[in-house]
């Protein structure tokens, strides 16, 4: 089978490599889609810990397919049924994992980043993520490049979850890229009165705007004050930072209102994570900042529900499609800001 491997920094391959048997418990997946996620871009630009040329890494955790065969000892599965994979799994006995937390599990693992992922013909489902429910039915009506989608909003999900938004709330999306505008959607799902995203790129916010044309484009000149205009000097409800810049989260302090809730979803790079907040206007003010990382499995089935239910649309996110040889343009594409996102189609 062909698979696109990670041996170091910059040097992804595609390369024909054995397709895998499942043992007992597990399943070999048909990789039909898989979208490219900041993640594999970072792995690409910056390398992989216990990825190198001894020990290559197939990339790809945003994946859907169908059931190509089964190990054995699986009843709920059966060859030829459409899935998509939860990509995390925890350990299955500490008290985060029996909460349903498999995700911030420490000792959690990933398909694409741990351990072998989808951007392959084939990939093989341990029997941890079976027994764990990580593999979901899809709905006949959602396509499989929709379903590959349905990681990345499960983990906007999360953070739609966490900042307790509430019908008529102001709401802030930092980032203009395809999590912001899930982002956006999901804020308006939730009855948000104004949506406002803030992207320093114009063509972006543009483009966000033709996908959810209610939103509020914002610029990236004095946006304090175009803010505070918008709300009449009370700031937003809701203030989501959905790009890796020290500058967004320091900045949403003074984007909230009293009471506001700030989410810190886009992580930042490891040498600028230090960040400088005025904790007086957190305590003064009744702020609460959080952030999000990952999602449940809880999460990733309700996205995939939102999806086959109408309720979100994904098809418009997807900016362009190839095939598993095209993958490392693809990537590189991606490092560079090229579209929203890509998603490898295996026919």
């Known amino acids: ?3 696109a491997r990670l041996y170091g920094k910059k040097d992804l391959r595609v390369e024909d490599v054995p397709t895998p048997s499942p043992e007992t418990g597990e399943i070999l997946l048909k990789v039909r889609s898989a979208s490219i996620c900041g993640t594999d871009v970072r792995m690409y630009q910056n390398g992989r810990s ?3 040329a001894e020990s290559p890494l ?3 955790h945003e994946i859907s397919g169908e059931v190509a065969a089964t190990g054995g000892g699986i009843g709920a599965y059966r060859q030829g049924m459409r899935v998509a994979v939860g990509p995390n799994i925890g350990c299955g006995a500490c008290d985060l994992c029996v909460s349903g937390n498999t995700h911030l599990c420490p000792a959690y693992l990933a398909l694409g980043i741990h351990i072998d992922g989808g951007f392959a013909q084939y990939v093989r489902i341990p029997a941890g993520f079976v027994q764990q429910g990580n593999i979901v039915e899809i709905a006949e009506k959602v396509s499989y490049d929709e379903a590959s989608l349905a990681e990345p909003l499960s983990c906007v999900y999360n953070a739609f979850e966490r900042s307790r938004l509430r019908p008529g709330d102001t709401v802030l999306i930092i980032g203009a890229g395809p999590i912001g505008i899930m982002h956006a959607k999901l804020a308006r799902l939730g009855g948000a009165a104004k949506v406002m995203v803030n992207d320093l790129d114009a063509a972006r916010l543009e483009q966000c705007r033709r996908i959810v044309p209610s939103v509020i484009p914002l610029g990236g000149e004095n ?8 709300t009449a000097g009370k700031g937003v409800d809701v203030c989501i930072t ?3 810049a020290p500058a967004a989260q320091e900045a949403s302090i003074d984007l909230a209102a009293i009471n506001g809730r700030i989410i810190f979803f886009g992580g930042l790079p490891k040498d600028r994570s230090m960040v400088r907040i005025d904790g007086n206007k957190i305590h003064y003010r009744q702020l609460t900042v959080t952030g999000t990382t990952r999602a449940s499995l809880a999460q990733y089935r309700r996205a995939l529900e939102l999806v086959a239910n109408g309720l979100v649309s994904l098809k418009e996110l997807i900016s362009s499609v190839c095939t598993i040889q095209q993958c490392p343009q693809a990537v590189q594409d991606a490092s560079k800001g090229v579209g929203l996102k890509s998603v490898i189609r295996f026919d």
Do not use: E, K, S, T
């Open 58 to 60: 197939i990339l790809g």
């Open 1 to 3: 089978m062909l698979a």
């Open 223 to 230: 946006l304090q004050q175009q803010v505070m205009d918008i």
């Open 50 to 52: 216990g990825a190198g």
């Open 242 to 244: 959905a790009c890796a």
